[in-house]
């Protein structure tokens, strides 16, 4: 009975075996046939994740780009209204420059609108060349010049012997050999034709006017000439003070007035007791002309006043040089017509002779 067992397992064991070798038998093909599908599918699978990876990456490449370009943008319109603004405030800056300098100007014309250039420039127009310059190679000037002596120098002459010319030619010989940045030219030309006489007053505001520079004008001197502004009238003494304190505010401080003797005898007398007032400062030169006849009221108001003389000889040689320059050009013009050459020598001696040391 137990052998009988034993086969009946046996035979089953058998069963089993066949029908397993039938089914792979008949199963295998399509097993296969899974298996690369499987195989395939995951593939597939892996090639569609690559795919979807790669268009990730390209995806996210496009929005940093996309992002950087925005931010780009920013930064662009960020510069721009920064540039905008910078542009808006340098202009702020600009127009209160300008408006704080304009009002500056203003302030400064109602200290003195008296018209200094005219004369001064007709003067230089009608200097002769090759003439004046015996003056700039006189001991009286140099000295004057450098400070070495008194502060006034005065140009004595008869009318006509040329004083406004030389001292128009002196003021530009100053401004030609400025040496130090903080030297003040100033120079009042009256003129016998001028409708009003000049005033004390007025030179005094003139000459201050121009020592004071507009752009580098002190709130300190605003303040001051605001408060001079709002008196209905202001005395000589205020006007002196503030030439004082331009002069101390100098290196060197030149003043230079032509014609004294076209001053009314009053308006002359306050002007030089002002200016002899602030005369004894280093940094004062004064340079003044006028006829002789103003001789003995100089010396006695300034005892130490220098002369140069337009009677000089070296100045005489100026009216030669005038005469023959003159006939030269009335010559190569035309309006000189005389073949015999001796002739127009005897004109040009007679000339100088009889000029009496002056021009016109």
């Known amino acids: ?17 066949a029908f397993l070798q039938s089914f792979r038998q008949e199963f295998n093909p399509d097993l296969e046939i899974i298996r690369r599908c499987g195989i395939e599918a995951k593939q597939e699978i892996k090639l569609a994740k690559a795919r979807a990876d790669q268009q990730d990456q390209r995806l996210q490449e496009m ?16 510069s721009r209204v920064g540039s905008d603004l910078d542009t808006i405030k340098n202009d702020q800056i600009q127009q209160d420059i300008r408006r704080a300098e304009q009002s500056r100007r203003q302030l400064l014309d109602s200290l003195s609108s ?19 310059d015996w003056l700039f190679r006189s001991t009286a000037f140099t000295q004057w010049e450098e400070g070495l002596s008194s502060p006034w120098l005065w140009c004595s002459g008869k009318i006509g012997s040329g004083k406004t010319v030389l001292t128009a030619s002196a003021v530009e010989h100053i401004y030609a050999h400025e040496r130090r940045a903080r030297e003040k030219v100033t120079f009042v030309f009256p003129h016998f034709a001028d409708q009003t006489p000049l005033s004390a007053e007025a030179t005094l505001r003139s000459i201050i006017r121009q020592s004071l520079d507009p752009v580098r004008l002190s709130s300190d001197w605003e303040a001051r000439l605001k408060e001079l502004d709002r008196k209905p009238s202001s005395e000589l003494g205020e006007l002196t003070s503030l030439l004082r304190r331009a002069i101390d505010q100098s290196d060197t401080f030149y003043i230079f007035i032509d014609a004294l003797d076209e001053f009314e005898l009053a308006e002359r007398r306050a002007l030089l007791d002002s200016l002899v007032s602030v005369a004894s400062r280093c940094r004062l030169r004064v340079f003044v002309s006028s006829r002789e006849s103003l001789s003995g009221e100089l010396r006695d108001r300034i005892p130490t006043i220098e002369t140069v003389l337009m009677a000089s000889p070296e100045a ?9 320059g003159t006939l030269q050009r009335r010559q190569q013009n035309g309006d000189l017509m005389v073949q015999d050459q001796s002739i127009v020598d005897d004109i040009r001696q007679a000339l100088i002779n009889r000029a009496d040391g002056m021009f016109l």
């Not at 052998?3 to 075996?17: A, E, M, P, S, T």
């Not at 931010?71 to 319109?77: C, T, Y």
């Not at 005489?316 to 023959?324: G, N, Q, R, S």
Request: with cysteine.
């Open 316 to 324: 005489k040689i100026d009216i030669a040089t005038f005469v023959e």
């Open 63 to 78: 929005e940093r780009k996309a992002a950087s370009k925005e931010r780009q943008k920013v930064r662009q319109l960020f």
């Open 1 to 17: 009975m137990w052998l009988k067992q034993c086969n009946d397992l046996i035979r089953q064991k058998h069963l089993g075996h």
């Open 114 to 132: 008296y018209d200094y250039l005219t004369h001064f420039k007709k003067a230089c127009k009608l200097r002769h060349p090759k003439t004046v």
